[in-house]
């Protein structure tokens, strides 16, 4: 007989399943009815790409052509749903393509794993899985329950209107509040603290008393690294409402990343610390400038403008701050349209174009500053006018459509005489410069003049270099002269590292090293003993793009055995095809065109280089389709419309373009279309659609 402590084998308990573990088994009893979930992610599935990219595998490896839609976790979402163990931490977001009312029917047709609950998200956002949990008769969760609390602070925490100029929160009611403020009375651990004061502060909620013992555990906790703690923002905001002289302790240790919260509470004493910062250099605190400028002097945008401009140019600072502060001008005059008007996010859209196309002309601005406009209202233009002669109600509340229709004839008189010989903003972000690609599929002369200067720039930084090498050597323009500007002053920052995943041109040396080789130049072949070199281990992925300079069979040979082992590509099968269709001499499209069903080439990869190479003068280097890009959409109608091509290569560019958010989000593109080219695009749609 066994003893109570010696329990049977036969009677052990059951190892408690993990949240992940419940999930999953769940998960894979779903599909059927055109829809597919696919497997769990590994680490391979790490964007929402990846994942489109895994669902094309599949139903291609299963042989489904027909419409399917579909249902997946990545990566990303895995690492911040689930801690070790499985355990749910967060909420799971399942992101889908295909049909949303198909996709919905499949994960909310059944109820979701015991103990977890699916909601939707809506047709242009994820599906969210999280725990059930409770709430007493006043809405609020057991203090002990950690998902519950978690719940319940999202909930606080989600705004009134995101798309609002300033966020703002919903009141708290007093059980609420009162619930809150339990949290933060004495002893409380400063780490679970975080989110209460949050919520409260964002109501301008935190005590004076709450206030001061947040802030001795701060600097207690985090002594020199004050910046370490998440809720910083609102605590510095409760101090600086509270009126406590320590705040401006805070200010001078932490430095330009106050500018922010600066602005929320204007002082003289605030004006004056963020001007200084702005005029130091720090380009990101001109907005902050201009704000409280207005709040404490002078209220009218543009006269406010006119005399930060003037000191900016006074004191030297770098020429990317008075693009802050161009768009922190069109940013004030737009919410105080907006405030006037209690106009919608996407009527403010279209009242900053026309601020822009207004700027342009407004001789009350400096040179510098209209020029900027100018180049912002390039894209814009014809959705202002769109706007104005709209026969239904305009966007552009109380504008007097003779009024727009002026500015935009101003505009038009004087674009090309600002903008000759500029170029976008090398620094922005590289989404920013991705938007204007589609400028460059032609060069004007003004415009290699520009790209020219910038190679030659000793300033001009990584992300520049990448954007003016590639399009002076796609288009066949780049000359031993920028081999020259380049080697050997620069090689020191060309060997750094730089993630070119998101855009649309390659690392900087990558394109140097092709224009060195093709060119035969004395450097080329220390660049080539460089990349083959066993350190640093990063260039070893970008090794292989550089075969497209100088290509030869070995070249390519070494190319085919990378892009067929499955291994990830980033570039490496566009390299191929633009390989191979130099050493054929033919358009890289009917190379790309012969691997559709080839055994080891990826089918998502390959929709993308077939895309990408629809225009050989500029390559898209975009590691997939970018749906929200002018310059995707173009290609895909080229090779849907190809008269040279497949029926299987041409009907990947008809999926591609119904794919684009030109077809399914236009409010998505980058820029905006107009309601002209959002009808052209659906009707050819729809004439292809027919076709048989």
Not at 557 to 568: C, G, I, K, N, P
Not at 649 to 665: D, F, N, P, S
Request: charged share 25%; proline share 6%; net charge negative.
């Amino acid at each position: 007989m066994n003893s109570p402590d010696t329990a049977s084998p036969t009677h052990r308990a059951e190892p408690r399943r993990s949240d992940l573990a419940t999930i999953t088994a769940w998960w894979r009893e779903l599909g059927g009815d055109g829809f597919l979930a696919l497997p769990p992610p590994r680490r391979s599935r790490y964007t929402q790409s990846d994942g489109h990219g895994d669902a094309a595998e599949l139903l291609a490896g299963r042989g489904i052509t027909d419409p399917t839609s579909f249902a997946y976790w990545h990566w990303q979402s895995h690492q911040r749903a689930f801690d070790r163990s499985g355990a749910l931490t967060g909420e799971l977001l399942l992101h889908w393509g295909g049909d949303h009312s198909v996709v919905a029917a499949g994960l909310l047709a059944v109820e979701g794993p015991i103990g977890f609950r699916v909601v939707d998200g809506g047709p242009k956002s994820a599906f969210r899985l999280d725990r059930v949990t409770h709430r007493d008769e006043a809405g609020l969760p057991d203090p002990a329950d950690p998902d519950g609390v978690r719940q319940f602070l999202g909930a606080l925490d989600e705004p009134l209107n995101r798309s609002a100029p300033f966020l703002q929160y919903r009141p708290l009611t007093p059980a609420e509040a009162g619930w809150l403020h339990d949290r933060l009375s004495a002893p409380f651990d400063l780490a679970a603290a975080t989110r209460f004061a949050v919520s409260l502060e964002r109501r301008d909620g935190l005590t004076p008393d709450e206030t001061e013992r947040l802030l001795c555990a701060w600097r207690l906790e985090h002594g020199e690294r004050l910046a370490e703690w998440g809720a910083w923002r609102e605590l510095l905001h409760a101090l600086l409402r509270h009126g406590h002289e320590e705040a401006w302790e805070i200010v001078a240790a932490l430095g330009s990343p106050t500018a922010g919260v600066l602005r929320q509470v204007p002082s003289e004493r605030a004006l004056a610390v963020v001007r200084g910062f702005a005029l130091a250099g720090d380009r990101g605190t001109v907005h902050a400038w201009l704000a409280l400028h207005r709040s404490l002097h002078e209220p009218d945008a543009v006269r406010a403008a006119v005399a930060l401009a003037a000191e900016l140019t006074a004191s030297d600072t770098p020429a990317s701050a008075l693009r802050e502060l161009y768009d922190a001008l069109v940013a004030g005059v737009t919410t105080d349209w907006r405030r006037e008007t209690r106009a919608d996010h996407h009527a403010g859209l279209r009242h900053a174009a026309l601020s822009a196309v207004r700027f342009s002309t407004d001789e009350r601005l400096p040179h510098a500053l209209r020029v900027l406009a100018a180049g912002a209202a390039v894209d814009h233009v014809d959705l202002v006018r769109e706007e104005a002669l709209r026969s239904g109600p305009s966007a552009l509340v109380g504008v007097e459509t003779a009024e727009v229709m002026a500015a935009v004839d101003r505009y038009e008189a004087v674009r090309d005489g600002l903008l000759s010989g500029t170029g976008p903003d090398l620094t922005a972000y590289e989404g920013a410069l991705g938007d204007v690609w589609h400028r460059y599929r032609t060069l004007t002369d003004a415009d290699v003049r520009w790209l020219r200067e910038r190679v030659a720039d000793p300033d001009t930084g990584l992300q520049g270099l990448g954007f003016c090498l590639e399009l002076l050597l796609a288009h066949d323009l780049a000359t031993g002269a920028e081999v020259e500007a380049l080697l050997p002053r620069r090689l020191k920052d060309l060997t750094k590292r730089y993630r070119t995943t998101y855009t649309e041109w390659r690392h900087p040396l990558v394109i140097l090293t092709c224009l060195a080789l093709d060119l035969d130049h004395p450097a080329a072949g220390k660049l080539v003993t460089w990349w083959n070199g066993a350190r640093p281990v990063w260039k070893n992925e970008l090794r292989l793009l550089t075969h497209l300079g100088a290509p030869d069979e070995t070249k390519a040979a070494e190319l085919w055995d990378f892009v067929t082992s499955r291994a990830h590509d980033v570039g490496q099968l566009m390299t191929w095809v633009l390989v191979r269709a130099r050493l054929d001499g033919e358009h890289p499209l009917f190379v790309a065109d012969r691997l559709i069903g080839t055994p080891g080439i990826g089918e998502h990869v390959l929709r993308r280089v077939l895309i990408g190479v629809a225009h050989p003068e500029q390559p898209l280097w975009h590691y997939a389709v970018d749906i929200r890009s002018r310059s995707w959409w173009q290609r895909a109608l080229e090779v849907a419309e190809h008269p040279g091509l497949s029926p299987e290569a041409r009907a990947i560019g008809l999926r591609t373009a119904r794919e684009h958010c030109l077809i399914r989000h236009p409010d998505q593109l980058r820029p905006a279309a107009t309601e002209t080219e959002r009808t052209a695009a659906q009707a050819w749609i729809d004439r292809h659609t027919t076709t048989p």
